[in-house]
């Protein structure tokens, strides 16, 4: 009985220590573009920053987008 007990004991450290290791959470990527990531921040002082973010995140892409169509029309001629 005391056999029995002290193998299920050390099965159960074992297995307890052999879990995968849990990822830190400050190593997430930041989510959308490099210049809103200030703006996303101010949720922890009452804003929706990430509503507000997004839009800017809009924003901007629409205007890569058009800055392309642009670019494409000038290298066209």
Known sequence: MKNA???ALVLAVLLAGCSKPE???ADRKP???EETRGIRNTEAI???GGAIADK???ALDASDARKSQLDEQI???
């Open 46 to 48: 009452g804003y929706s």
């Open 23 to 25: 990822e830190p959470v």
């Open 75 to 77: 290298n066209a001629q």
């Open 56 to 58: 800017v995140d809009g």
């Open 31 to 33: 989510e959308g573009r």
């Open 5 to 7: 007990l002290t193998t």
